[in-house]
Protein backbone atom coordinates (compact mmCIF):
# COMPACT_ATOMS: atom_id res chain seq x y z
CA UNK A 1 0.00 0.00 0.00
CA UNK A 2 2.86 2.28 -0.57
CA UNK A 3 0.43 4.42 -2.80
CA UNK A 4 -1.99 4.91 -0.09
CA UNK A 5 -3.91 8.37 -0.63
CA UNK A 6 -3.78 11.02 1.88
CA UNK A 7 -6.57 11.45 4.46
CA UNK A 8 -9.08 13.83 3.69
CA UNK A 9 -8.40 15.97 6.66
CA UNK A 10 -10.06 19.47 5.71
CA UNK A 11 -13.45 17.93 4.73
CA UNK A 12 -13.79 15.84 7.97
CA UNK A 13 -12.63 19.71 9.81
CA UNK A 14 -15.65 21.20 7.40
CA UNK A 15 -18.38 18.33 8.60
CA UNK A 16 -17.37 19.20 12.09
CA UNK A 17 -18.39 22.70 11.57
CA UNK A 18 -21.88 21.62 11.21
CA UNK A 19 -21.98 20.65 14.99
CA UNK A 20 -20.10 24.14 16.16
CA UNK A 21 -21.56 25.93 19.53
CA UNK A 22 -20.60 28.45 21.30
CA UNK A 23 -19.94 26.05 23.97
CA UNK A 24 -17.41 24.34 22.08
CA UNK A 25 -15.66 27.44 22.09
CA UNK A 26 -15.61 28.33 25.47
CA UNK A 27 -14.25 24.89 26.10
CA UNK A 28 -11.67 25.21 23.56
CA UNK A 29 -10.71 28.59 24.90
CA UNK A 30 -10.71 27.38 28.58
CA UNK A 31 -8.52 24.50 27.26
CA UNK A 32 -6.25 26.14 25.59
CA UNK A 33 -5.41 28.93 28.19
CA UNK A 34 -4.96 25.91 30.66
CA UNK A 35 -2.40 24.62 28.74
CA UNK A 36 -0.11 27.25 28.03
CA UNK A 37 -1.40 28.54 31.77
CA UNK A 38 -2.42 32.27 30.55
CA UNK A 39 -5.66 34.10 31.99
CA UNK A 40 -5.85 35.57 28.05
CA UNK A 41 -3.65 35.71 24.64
CA UNK A 42 -3.99 40.01 25.20
CA UNK A 43 -1.38 41.36 23.40
CA UNK A 44 -0.06 38.65 21.90
CA UNK A 45 0.73 37.14 18.06
CA UNK A 46 -0.67 33.69 17.95
CA UNK A 47 0.73 31.35 15.20
CA UNK A 48 -2.14 28.30 14.44
CA UNK A 49 -0.19 25.93 11.99
CA UNK A 50 -2.77 23.40 10.83
CA UNK A 51 -5.50 25.28 11.57
CA UNK A 52 -8.29 22.40 10.61
CA UNK A 53 -11.51 23.54 11.69
CA UNK A 54 -10.41 26.88 12.70
CA UNK A 55 -12.04 26.13 16.13
CA UNK A 56 -8.23 26.83 18.28
CA UNK A 57 -7.55 30.15 15.80
CA UNK A 58 -11.17 31.28 16.86
CA UNK A 59 -10.63 30.35 20.34
CA UNK A 60 -7.25 32.12 20.43
CA UNK A 61 -8.75 35.21 18.83
CA UNK A 62 -11.66 35.38 21.10
CA UNK A 63 -9.00 34.79 24.41
CA UNK A 64 -7.52 38.58 23.52
CA UNK A 65 -4.65 37.92 20.99
CA UNK A 66 -3.30 40.89 19.11
CA UNK A 67 -2.88 39.08 16.08
CA UNK A 68 -3.74 35.21 14.57
CA UNK A 69 -2.93 34.02 11.92
CA UNK A 70 -4.22 30.51 10.53
CA UNK A 71 -2.86 28.66 7.68
CA UNK A 72 -3.23 24.71 6.48
CA UNK A 73 -1.68 22.92 3.58
CA UNK A 74 -5.53 21.70 3.10
CA UNK A 75 -7.79 24.29 0.68
CA UNK A 76 -11.01 22.84 2.81
CA UNK A 77 -9.30 23.31 5.84
CA UNK A 78 -8.52 26.69 4.98
CA UNK A 79 -12.51 27.41 4.28
CA UNK A 80 -13.33 25.83 7.35
CA UNK A 81 -11.42 28.58 9.37
CA UNK A 82 -12.24 31.00 7.26
CA UNK A 83 -15.80 30.28 7.50
CA UNK A 84 -15.13 30.89 11.59
CA UNK A 85 -13.49 34.05 11.08
CA UNK A 86 -17.00 35.59 8.91
CA UNK A 87 -18.97 34.44 11.76
CA UNK A 88 -16.62 36.27 13.82
CA UNK A 89 -17.48 38.85 11.90
CA UNK A 90 -13.87 39.12 9.09
CA UNK A 91 -11.60 40.41 12.31
CA UNK A 92 -8.59 42.84 10.81
CA UNK A 93 -6.41 40.85 13.56
CA UNK A 94 -6.97 37.48 12.26
CA UNK A 95 -5.70 36.40 8.94
CA UNK A 96 -6.17 32.71 7.16
CA UNK A 97 -3.67 31.85 4.08
CA UNK A 98 -2.72 28.68 2.81
CA UNK A 99 0.81 27.26 2.92
CA UNK A 100 2.79 24.27 3.89
CA UNK A 101 5.29 24.46 6.97
CA UNK A 102 7.29 21.78 5.00
CA UNK A 103 7.61 24.77 2.75
CA UNK A 104 10.86 26.92 4.01
CA UNK A 105 11.00 30.27 2.17
CA UNK A 106 6.69 30.25 3.43
CA UNK A 107 7.56 30.01 7.14
CA UNK A 108 10.41 32.27 7.06
CA UNK A 109 7.77 34.71 5.37
CA UNK A 110 5.53 34.88 8.14
CA UNK A 111 7.19 37.14 10.82
CA UNK A 112 7.60 36.11 14.25
CA UNK A 113 5.16 35.52 16.52
CA UNK A 114 4.56 35.18 20.86
CA UNK A 115 2.98 31.87 20.22
CA UNK A 116 3.53 29.23 17.76
CA UNK A 117 1.01 26.41 18.21
CA UNK A 118 0.23 22.87 15.98
CA UNK A 119 -1.44 20.51 18.17
CA UNK A 120 -1.84 16.86 16.39
CA UNK A 121 -0.41 18.46 12.99
CA UNK A 122 3.11 17.90 11.73
CA UNK A 123 3.36 14.35 12.26
CA UNK A 124 0.95 13.86 9.31
CA UNK A 125 3.05 15.94 6.97
CA UNK A 126 5.14 13.08 5.52
CA UNK A 127 8.25 14.59 7.31
CA UNK A 128 7.99 14.80 10.89
CA UNK A 129 11.40 16.06 11.71
CA UNK A 130 11.22 18.64 8.99
CA UNK A 131 8.21 19.85 9.89
CA UNK A 132 9.04 20.52 13.75
CA UNK A 133 12.18 22.55 12.68
CA UNK A 134 10.64 24.47 10.50
CA UNK A 135 7.32 25.29 12.69
CA UNK A 136 10.20 26.61 15.15
CA UNK A 137 11.34 29.11 12.48
CA UNK A 138 8.32 31.97 12.83
CA UNK A 139 9.22 31.76 16.80
CA UNK A 140 9.76 35.09 18.73
CA UNK A 141 12.78 35.49 20.73
CA UNK A 142 11.53 34.98 23.75
CA UNK A 143 8.31 32.95 22.34
CA UNK A 144 6.33 29.98 23.05
CA UNK A 145 6.28 26.88 20.98
CA UNK A 146 3.36 24.44 21.90
CA UNK A 147 3.04 21.29 19.59
CA UNK A 148 1.25 17.81 20.21
CA UNK A 149 2.87 14.87 18.51
CA UNK A 150 1.03 11.52 18.04
CA UNK A 151 3.03 9.05 21.28
CA UNK A 152 4.56 6.09 20.28
CA UNK A 153 5.21 5.30 23.47
CA UNK A 154 1.26 5.47 24.54
CA UNK A 155 0.24 2.77 22.11
CA UNK A 156 3.22 0.83 22.96
CA UNK A 157 1.72 1.06 26.46
CA UNK A 158 -1.59 0.15 25.08
CA UNK A 159 -0.10 -3.01 22.80
CA UNK A 160 0.14 -4.80 26.43
CA UNK A 161 -3.43 -5.32 26.42
CA UNK A 162 -4.19 -5.97 23.32
CA UNK A 163 -4.46 -2.93 21.49
CA UNK A 164 -2.52 -2.87 17.93
CA UNK A 165 1.34 -1.58 18.17
CA UNK A 166 2.15 1.52 16.34
CA UNK A 167 3.21 -0.37 13.67
CA UNK A 168 -0.30 -1.56 13.54
CA UNK A 169 -2.02 1.11 13.24
CA UNK A 170 -0.08 2.56 10.34
CA UNK A 171 -1.28 -0.18 8.71
CA UNK A 172 -4.93 0.22 9.62
CA UNK A 173 -4.91 3.81 8.32
CA UNK A 174 -3.28 2.57 4.88
CA UNK A 175 -5.93 0.27 4.56
CA UNK A 176 -8.78 2.69 5.64
CA UNK A 177 -7.66 4.96 3.08
CA UNK A 178 -7.68 2.46 0.55
CA UNK A 179 -11.29 1.27 1.32
CA UNK A 180 -14.57 2.50 -0.19
CA UNK A 181 -16.93 4.96 1.60
CA UNK A 182 -18.85 1.78 2.52
CA UNK A 183 -16.10 -0.12 4.16
CA UNK A 184 -14.64 3.21 5.65
CA UNK A 185 -18.20 3.42 7.73
CA UNK A 186 -17.52 -0.09 9.04
CA UNK A 187 -13.89 0.39 10.36
CA UNK A 188 -15.11 3.18 12.02
CA UNK A 189 -17.83 1.42 13.62
CA UNK A 190 -15.39 -1.65 14.21
CA UNK A 191 -13.42 0.99 16.01
CA UNK A 192 -15.67 2.04 18.45
CA UNK A 193 -16.68 -1.38 18.92
CA UNK A 194 -12.89 -2.30 19.49
CA UNK A 195 -12.01 0.29 22.15
CA UNK A 196 -15.18 0.28 24.01
CA UNK A 197 -18.14 -2.53 24.04
CA UNK A 198 -15.74 -5.60 22.58
CA UNK A 199 -14.03 -6.43 25.91
CA UNK A 200 -17.11 -6.71 27.69
CA UNK A 201 -19.84 -8.32 25.37
CA UNK A 202 -19.87 -11.45 27.31
CA UNK A 203 -21.42 -10.20 30.43
CA UNK A 204 -24.63 -8.43 29.74
CA UNK A 205 -24.32 -6.42 33.06
CA UNK A 206 -20.69 -4.87 32.23
CA UNK A 207 -21.78 -4.53 28.42
CA UNK A 208 -24.98 -2.42 29.38
CA UNK A 209 -22.18 -0.26 31.44
CA UNK A 210 -20.09 -0.05 28.94
CA UNK A 211 -22.63 0.70 26.99
CA UNK A 212 -23.99 3.83 28.91
CA UNK A 213 -20.30 4.84 29.60
CA UNK A 214 -20.08 5.26 25.50
CA UNK A 215 -23.17 7.24 25.38
CA UNK A 216 -21.73 9.52 28.02
CA UNK A 217 -18.29 9.61 26.46
CA UNK A 218 -19.78 10.71 23.52
CA UNK A 219 -22.24 13.58 24.49
CA UNK A 220 -19.31 14.79 26.99
CA UNK A 221 -16.74 14.96 24.39
CA UNK A 222 -17.21 18.30 23.65
CA UNK A 223 -15.64 18.83 27.12
CA UNK A 224 -11.93 17.29 25.47
CA UNK A 225 -10.66 20.96 23.69
CA UNK A 226 -14.19 21.52 22.29
CA UNK A 227 -14.36 18.55 19.74
CA UNK A 228 -16.98 15.72 18.77
CA UNK A 229 -16.46 11.68 19.29
CA UNK A 230 -17.23 10.86 15.67
CA UNK A 231 -14.60 13.05 13.88
CA UNK A 232 -12.19 12.06 15.93
CA UNK A 233 -12.77 8.56 15.05
CA UNK A 234 -12.48 9.13 11.56
CA UNK A 235 -9.89 11.40 12.00
CA UNK A 236 -7.82 8.96 14.01
CA UNK A 237 -8.28 5.95 11.52
CA UNK A 238 -7.46 8.11 8.57
CA UNK A 239 -4.83 10.01 9.23
CA UNK A 240 -2.67 9.70 6.45
CA UNK A 241 0.24 10.42 6.20
CA UNK A 242 1.61 9.89 10.08
CA UNK A 243 4.47 9.10 12.10
CA UNK A 244 4.43 8.18 16.33
CA UNK A 245 7.01 9.69 18.20
CA UNK A 246 9.07 9.33 21.47
CA UNK A 247 8.44 11.92 23.92
CA UNK A 248 12.72 12.01 24.78
CA UNK A 249 13.37 11.86 21.52
CA UNK A 250 11.80 15.10 20.64
CA UNK A 251 12.86 16.81 23.85
CA UNK A 252 16.55 16.13 22.89
CA UNK A 253 15.67 17.48 19.02
CA UNK A 254 14.39 20.01 20.12
CA UNK A 255 17.20 21.27 22.86
CA UNK A 256 20.02 19.92 20.55
CA UNK A 257 18.93 21.42 17.17
CA UNK A 258 16.37 23.93 17.90
CA UNK A 259 17.89 25.23 20.66
CA UNK A 260 14.67 24.80 22.50
CA UNK A 261 13.81 24.62 26.72
CA UNK A 262 11.13 21.88 27.93
CA UNK A 263 9.21 23.73 29.99
CA UNK A 264 6.15 21.07 30.20
CA UNK A 265 5.44 17.77 28.47
CA UNK A 266 1.59 16.49 29.31
CA UNK A 267 1.64 12.32 28.33
CA UNK A 268 -1.37 9.84 28.60
CA UNK A 269 -3.21 10.54 25.67
CA UNK A 270 -2.84 9.99 22.13
CA UNK A 271 -1.30 13.02 21.58
CA UNK A 272 1.66 14.27 24.14
CA UNK A 273 1.43 17.80 23.84
CA UNK A 274 4.91 19.67 24.27
CA UNK A 275 5.44 22.90 25.69
CA UNK A 276 9.47 25.06 24.31
CA UNK A 277 11.00 28.03 24.26
CA UNK A 278 14.22 29.38 23.48
CA UNK A 279 17.41 28.21 25.97
CA UNK A 280 17.96 31.64 27.56
CA UNK A 281 14.96 33.79 26.81
CA UNK A 282 12.84 35.04 29.92
CA UNK A 283 8.86 35.21 29.71
CA UNK A 284 5.93 34.79 31.94
CA UNK A 285 7.03 31.09 32.48
CA UNK A 286 9.80 32.64 34.73
CA UNK A 287 7.36 33.20 37.46
CA UNK A 288 5.75 29.62 36.82
CA UNK A 289 9.38 28.01 37.29
CA UNK A 290 10.02 29.59 39.93
CA UNK A 291 6.99 27.62 41.86
CA UNK A 292 8.02 24.29 40.90
CA UNK A 293 9.89 22.01 43.41
CA UNK A 294 12.84 20.35 42.77
CA UNK A 295 13.65 16.87 44.26
CA UNK A 296 17.25 15.46 43.52
CA UNK A 297 16.50 11.78 43.82
CA UNK A 298 18.90 9.17 45.92
CA UNK A 299 21.61 7.32 43.94
CA UNK A 300 20.28 4.17 45.90
CA UNK A 301 17.17 3.19 43.77
CA UNK A 302 15.62 -0.33 44.48
CA UNK A 303 15.06 -2.77 41.94
CA UNK A 304 11.84 -4.04 41.30
CA UNK A 305 11.55 -6.05 38.14
CA UNK A 306 12.65 -5.82 34.55
CA UNK A 307 13.31 -2.53 33.89
CA UNK A 308 11.90 -1.23 36.74
CA UNK A 309 13.31 0.31 39.50
CA UNK A 310 12.03 2.21 42.52
CA UNK A 311 12.81 5.40 45.21
CA UNK A 312 10.45 5.92 48.04
CA UNK A 313 8.76 9.42 48.15
CA UNK A 314 6.23 9.69 50.90
CA UNK A 315 7.00 13.00 51.44
CA UNK A 316 5.05 13.25 48.48
CA UNK A 317 2.52 10.68 48.54
CA UNK A 318 -0.26 13.04 49.12
CA UNK A 319 0.42 14.02 45.24
CA UNK A 320 0.56 10.57 43.51
CA UNK A 321 -1.39 8.92 41.99
CA UNK A 322 -4.37 6.24 43.22
CA UNK A 323 -6.42 3.83 41.40
CA UNK A 324 -8.99 6.76 42.07
CA UNK A 325 -7.17 9.41 40.62
CA UNK A 326 -4.56 7.63 38.35
CA UNK A 327 -3.06 11.01 36.26
CA UNK A 328 -3.11 13.14 39.58
CA UNK A 329 0.55 13.15 40.28
CA UNK A 330 2.10 16.84 38.90
CA UNK A 331 5.51 15.42 39.14
CA UNK A 332 7.84 15.20 35.79
CA UNK A 333 11.13 13.34 36.14
CA UNK A 334 14.32 14.50 34.12
CA UNK A 335 17.45 12.46 33.12
CA UNK A 336 20.49 14.90 33.04
CA UNK A 337 18.37 17.72 32.60
CA UNK A 338 15.51 15.89 29.93
CA UNK A 339 11.84 14.94 30.88
CA UNK A 340 11.91 11.27 30.42
CA UNK A 341 9.43 9.51 28.12
CA UNK A 342 5.62 9.12 30.09
CA UNK A 343 4.22 9.78 33.12
CA UNK A 344 1.35 7.86 34.74
CA UNK A 345 2.84 4.79 33.01
CA UNK A 346 0.81 1.57 33.14
CA UNK A 347 3.28 -0.94 35.91
CA UNK A 348 3.35 -3.38 33.39
CA UNK A 349 4.72 -0.96 30.82
CA UNK A 350 7.53 0.19 33.06
CA UNK A 351 7.93 -3.18 33.89
CA UNK A 352 8.01 -4.88 30.60
CA UNK A 353 9.04 -2.34 28.40
CA UNK A 354 10.91 0.40 30.65
CA UNK A 355 12.48 3.09 28.23
CA UNK A 356 11.94 5.94 30.28
CA UNK A 357 8.52 5.23 31.09
CA UNK A 358 7.73 6.41 35.17
CA UNK A 359 4.83 5.91 37.68
CA UNK A 360 4.66 8.73 40.88
CA UNK A 361 2.44 6.25 43.04
CA UNK A 362 1.48 6.23 46.12
CA UNK A 363 4.56 6.64 48.51
CA UNK A 364 7.37 5.44 45.72
CA UNK A 365 8.20 6.57 42.43
CA UNK A 366 8.26 3.76 40.37
CA UNK A 367 10.53 4.53 37.04
CA UNK A 368 13.10 2.95 34.22
CA UNK A 369 15.91 5.03 32.62
CA UNK A 370 15.57 5.88 29.10
CA UNK A 371 17.52 3.46 27.48
CA UNK A 372 17.00 0.48 30.67
CA UNK A 373 20.30 0.66 32.15
CA UNK A 374 20.80 0.79 35.79
CA UNK A 375 20.08 3.88 37.14
CA UNK A 376 22.69 2.95 40.64
CA UNK A 377 25.46 2.62 37.74
CA UNK A 378 24.63 4.68 34.78
CA UNK A 379 26.48 7.78 35.79
CA UNK A 380 23.29 10.01 35.41
CA UNK A 381 21.40 12.49 37.51
CA UNK A 382 17.43 12.01 38.49
CA UNK A 383 15.38 14.98 39.42
CA UNK A 384 11.49 15.64 39.96
CA UNK A 385 9.98 18.47 39.71
CA UNK A 386 6.59 19.01 40.87
CA UNK A 387 4.09 21.83 39.73
CA UNK A 388 2.99 23.60 43.26
Known amino acids: ???????????????????????????????LLHLLRLPSFKGMRFLDIGSGSGLH??????????????????????????????MAGKPNSWRIIQGSVLDDAFMNSLGLFDIVYSWGVLHHTGDTWRA?????????????????LYSATNYQNASLHGHPTPEEWLRIKQAYNNSSAYKKRLMEYAEVWRGYLRPHWRHPLRFARACIALGRTMYG?????????????????????MDFVREMEVARFCKDELGLETLDMITGEGNTEF???????????????????????????RHVQGHMWA????????SADTQEFPRRSP??????????????????????????????????????????SDPNTNGRVYTAMLWS
Open 221 to 241: YKKYRGMDFMTDVRDWLGGWP
Open 331 to 372: LVLFEDGLPLDFSHAPHDAVRLLGEGRYSHWGDELFFSASDN
Open 132 to 148: IRNARLPLADNGIFCIA
Open 311 to 318: CSLPELST
Open 57 to 86: SLAAWSAGAAEVLSFDYDTHSVNATRSLWE
Open 1 to 31: MTDTPNFAFGKNWEAFLTKFTQERLEIAQQR
Open 275 to 301: IFRPLGSSNYWDALLEKRTKVTLPASF
